[in-house]
């Protein structure tokens, strides 16, 4: 939770709600279940400990991959995006990159770019 103070103009109480309304919206509305192949080039993921492909509420997608100690994430928005790579200081704090923040909460991360959020959530298991 210490992580949410470092989003501007947010409180914990809006994230949680964002995060609450994304879970009931992604209840509703399963997503797809084709098959995609990885975005990442091999040298971003060295050392992948989980990859994940991220639907989202405003129905864009992310390819996302934890990396090396699972402090690095490396996000790439499907299916031509740029590949940026954030940064926590430790578990549970904010990712932060040059252009993105990343907070998780359970199967779902929460993204700002440019002060818009845009919730994700992950695939269920085999799908």
Not at 53 to 65: E, L, N, Q, T
Request: neutral net charge; contains cysteine; proline residues 6%.
């Amino acid at each position: 939770m210490r992580a949410l103070r470092y989003l501007p103009c947010l409180t914990a109480a809006r994230i949680g709600a964002v995060l609450f309304a994304g879970m009931v919206a992604g209840a509703c509305n399963p997503a797809p279940s084709e098959p995609v192949e990885p975005a990442h080039e091999t040298h971003l993921t060295p050392r992948l400990i989980a990859q994940r492909i991220m639907y989202c509420d405003d129905g864009s997608r992310a390819d996302v991959d934890f990396i090396d100690d699972g402090l690095k994430m490396a996000v790439t928005w499907l299916p031509n995006g740029r590949t940026e790579i954030l940064h926590a200081q430790r578990t549970g704090d904010e990712f932060r990159g040059d252009r993105s923040r990343a907070v998780v909460a359970g199967g779902s991360i929460a993204f700002t770019q440019g002060g818009k959020i845009r919730v994700c959530h992950r695939t269920p298991e085999g799908s």
